[in-house]
């Protein structure tokens, strides 16, 4: 059976179909779970914005331009919210294990462990350095790198979803890569 | 062309460089450049290496069997305020509100207020019969409170509409044009009434119900911030929501002295 569009879903679940807003639910899942997990590193949270996104979606349906697409749309709220979280975790962060967010030479290499006896082992350290680096970013930048990094969007659409022009969209993705880089670059140089 | 800079090179590896064949040219002829490159591209490699988190297959589902009754909870809630809204402007418990408000605050808006909503049978046999000052004052303070707790949720609904770029108030327009007339309404009958401080709060609110009643549907971002900023800056929702709760409260009174006079 060939599937409904999620403009046909849309439609639908505008005139008041729950069903056909589940149908876009279970379709979108999956993707927005990933997206919210890159951007904020925590399962849990994932998961909250997943909830929150459909939330927001379902509020919001009205306002959705039906010539664009429902999974830009999606995951533009989706970032927006991740946003949010990371902006209040940020507030909330201890001032004792603060560091310097906006400064370049912020992330601190992790220390390295012994010599790795393989390769394996080399990944898993490396994948753990990416994640370091990923959560010392600043909000801005994490939301700007996973969108143009992870998702393939834009300059002007991350743009739009930070509401930044596009120079400071630039920057954002610009100081995000230069900060993983300086994070990586050590252990990368290492990895065969 | 120069060296690109390392800004320039990380456009270039997104696609998103202005002057993308001729990095692409330099990159061909510059060794150092090129070793720069490759190093940039072993360590964006390198985040792509880790592992996405993935869900179990049933996940969208699951998700779906959670919000389900989120969502219906609050289309009960919204559809309430909806109904309960929309029953105040079906004349029949409007008018018999408004008659009795009138009565209570003087002849002053009789001859408007009639003129506009002419009574229902039911609703002027309703009025002929003998109501006691109390219960007419109770009736009058409960529209009020209820009016300003929904021109709190309206304000309130308009402050978190805030998305990126432009914002969309249409259905807070609709509302904001309901409330105004009602508002107005009240505002008269206070002044009047010698509620200055009371119709002090009525016209802030109205000022700023009128600006969303007769603005565009979208506002753009700085248009949205000066309203935010218009409802912020006076306290102007703290003062609704402390009218508010005097009049519920003045009414519980009334209707706790009703209460004792039928016992």
Known sequence: MMEESDAALVTRAREGDQDAFGVLVENHSQALFRLAFRMTGNEHDAEDIVQETFLRAHRQLGRFESRASF????????????LDLLR???RHRDEDDAVDLESAEAIPAMQSRAPAPDQELLHAEVHQQVVYALE??????RTAFVLRHFEGRSIEEIGTTLGAGSNATKQSIFRAVQKIRRALEPMVKATP | MNHPSEEQLVLFHYGEAANHDEVAGHLGACDSCRVHYQALQRVLAAVDSLPALERADNYGQEVWRQLRPRLAERAVHARGRWSEFLRLFRYPRWALAGALGLLLLGSFLVGRFSSREPMS?????RLAQPVSPPARERVLLKEISDHL???QMALIELINSKNNGAVDVSMEQILARELVAINRLFRRAAADAGEPGTASILEELETVLVEVANGPPKLSETEFAALHQRID???????VKVLSA?????????ARSLARVKS
């Open chain 1, 136 to 141: 010392h970013l600043t909000p801005m930048e």
């Open chain 1, 71 to 82: 999974r830009t749309w999606l995951h533009r709220i989706a970032a927006n919210c991740s």
């Open chain 2, 246 to 254: 005097e009049m519920r409260e003045k009414e519980q009174d009334t």
């Open chain 1, 88 to 90: 209040k975790r940020q």
């Open chain 2, 149 to 151: 707790e929904r021109s």
């Open chain 2, 233 to 239: 800056s006076g306290g102007l929702l703290f003062k």
């Open chain 2, 121 to 125: 049978p039911p609703v002027a046999r």
